[in-house]
């Protein structure tokens, strides 16, 4: 089995053609935890743990999202396309 050496460019792009949705699940996270920061000084009497908890529920929420529609669309392309293109030959 050869070794090679792969950058971290061609593994980054590598992997994201394999996972197309998971940069976009950590867009999604980045976006919320940008918007709970910028929401941290309006948050009222409300206390700073709680905040934080429905935060990380709402960052989590945003990546599991992304990653279940992700899983969705594979198996639509593998078992449901798959089927049409099987019918055509």
Known sequence: MEEYDESHTNKL???VKENPFMPIGICGLLMACGYGAYMFKRRGKMSTSVYLMQLRV???GTVVGTLTIGVIFSMINRYVLKSDKSAKN
Do not use: T
Request: charged letters at 35%; aromatic letters at 0%; glycine letters at 0%.
């Open 58 to 60: 709402a960052a989590q």
């Open 13 to 15: 792009s590598r992997k």
